[in-house]
C-alpha cells in the first residue's frame, strides 16, 4: 500500500493529516516508496538527519539507547527490540499492579459470541446443524451393469447416500469485535529529543504485559501504534495496525515500533519525513515535537472508541498508564 488514502481532521492548534496502515509491512512498503519520492526541501532534511545519525554514532551518545551503536549499519536495519534485559525488572511491578484488577475483569458477565449460519462455506462445518435435517437418498436404478455394481457398492458403504434439508451449515462469528470482550489499543510512539533513549523502552514493555494479562483471560486485543509529529499547525500521523484481534502477539514487533530508541530515532524519523511529504508538507529541520495527549485527542477526534496508551517514560508512569487503561476497560464492561 504505497499510496492509502489522506484523511484531515481538525484538532487543537491545527489539522491532523493521518493515514493507516493494515499491516507493519504497509507501513515500511509506503515509507520506502516516499524517501525516494521526497521533495527537495524534505531530502535535504533526511540528508542532515541521517548526518547527525552518523555523528551520534560516532561519538557513541546514549541517545540510541545502551549499549552504545556501533554502526550505522546496526541502526539503518535494526530489527529487534534492544531492551529485552529490562523484562526481568518491570514485569514483577507491572504485574503486581495488575493483579488488582483481576477480580474485576473476572467479575464480569462477559458477551457471548455470537453465532452466524450461511450456505457459503465461510468458517467452519456445523455437523450438529446440519444432522438436524439429514436423510437417507434411496439409490437410482441403474441403467447398465456397471452403474448398477457402482450403485450397488455405494450402498454397502454408506456413501454418498445422505443430505440434509439445512443448507447454512457453515457457522461464523458474527460482528467479532463486538461479541467478544475486546480492547482496542492505541500506543503512542516515541518521544520528544530531551528524553534519554532507555527512557523509551518502558512503553512497549508495560503494553506487552497488557496485552497478554487480557488476552490470557481471554479478551481479544487489537494493537495499534501511533506515530505523529506537530509543526505549524499540522499534524502529520500514520495508524499502523500491529495486531488484530485473532492474531497472536509478537512481542518483539510491539516491543519495536512503540518503544525501541534505535528504530524511532532512525526509521521512525523516516516515516515523519515521509508522511509530511505524502501531505504535501515541508517538515521543520527538528522533525516537529510530540504534543502532550495528542493519542488521546486524536482518537476521540476520530471517533474508533478505543482506549490510547500515551508516551510514558519510567516504570512508574508506565505502569500508572496500564492500570488507568484496566479501569476504564472494566468500566465499559459494567455500561454494556
Known amino acids: 500500500m504505497n499510496t492509502p488514502v489522506q484523511h484531515t481532521i481538525p484538532l487543537d492548534n491545527g489539522n491532523a493529516h493521518y493515514v493507516t496502515f493494515d499491516s507493519v509491512v504497509d507501513f515500511h512498503g509506503f515509507v520506502d516508496h516516499q524517501i525516494e519520492r521526497l521533495s527537495a526541501a524534505n531530502a535535504k532534511i533526511f540528508k542532515d538527519i541521517h548526518s547527525k545519525a552518523a555523528n551520534t554514532v560516532y561519538y557513541r551518545n546514549d541517545w540510541y539507547g545502551t549499549p552504545h551503536i556501533k554502526s550505522m549499519e546496526e541502526l539503518v536495519h535494526h530489527d529487534h527490540f534492544l531492551g529485552m534485559h529490562l523484562l526481568k525488572v518491570i514485569q514483577p ?14 467479575d464480569q458477565v462477559l458477551p457471548k ?28 436404478v441403474a441403467h447398465t451393469k ?6 450397488q457398492m455405494k450402498i454397502e458403504l454408506d456413501r454418498d447416500n445422505k443430505t440434509t434439508i439445512v443448507k447454512k451449515v457453515y457457522a461464523q462469528i458474527k460482528d467479532k469485535a463486538s461479541s467478544f470482550p475486546s480492547l482496542q489499543l492505541y500506543i503512542t510512539a ?4 530531551n528524553i534519554k533513549g532507555d527512557q523509551l523502552l518502558y512503553i512497549g514493555l508495560a503494553c506487552a504485559e497488557l496485552v497478554e494479562f487480557m488476552e490470557l483471560r481471554g479478551i481479544a486485543v487489537e494493537v495499534n ?4 509529529t506537530y509543526f505549524e499547525g499540522h499534524y502529520p500521523i500514520a495508524i499502523v495496525r500491529l495486531k488484530r484481534y485473532e492474531d497472536p502477539l509478537d512481542k518483539n514487533q510491539l516491543l519495536l515500533l512503540s518503544s525501541d530508541p534505535r528504530y ?4 521512525g524519523f523516516k516515516a515523519l519525513i515521509a508522511l509530511s511529504n505524502y ?8 522533525l516537529g515535537r510530540a504534543k502532550e495527549n495528542i493519542g488521546k ?9 478505543g482506549i490510547v496508551f500515551e508516551q510514558s517514560y519510567d516504570i512508574n508512569s508506565a505502569v500508572s498508564e496500564v492500570t488507568a487503561i484496566l479501569t476504564a476497560y472494566t468500566q465499559k464492561l459494567k455500561n454494556k
Not at 462445518?125 to 436423510?135: E, K, T, V, Y
Not at 501531505?279 to 527538528?286: D, H, K, S, V
Not at 485527542?297 to 472508541?305: E, K, L, Q, R, V
Open 93 to 106: 511491578k507491572i504485574k503486581k499492579r495488575l493483579e488488582r484488577y483481576l477480580a474485576l475483569v473476572e
Open 113 to 140: 459470541p455470537k453465532l452466524a449460519y450461511n450456505d457459503k462455506g465461510l468458517g467452519v462445518f456445523s455437523f450438529d446443524r446440519a444432522a438436524m435435517g439429514l436423510f437417507r437418498m434411496q439409490p437410482t
Open 146 to 151: 456397471m452403474q448398477k455394481n457402482i450403485s
Open 190 to 193: 516515541g518521544a520528544n529529543a
Open 225 to 228: 501504534i501511533i506515530f505523529e
Open 264 to 267: 524511532f530515532r532512525y526509521r
Open 279 to 286: 501531505f504535501g508538507l515541508t517538515i521543520l529541520p527538528g
Open 297 to 305: 485527542d486524536f482518537i476521540d477526534a476520530i471517533g474508533t472508541g
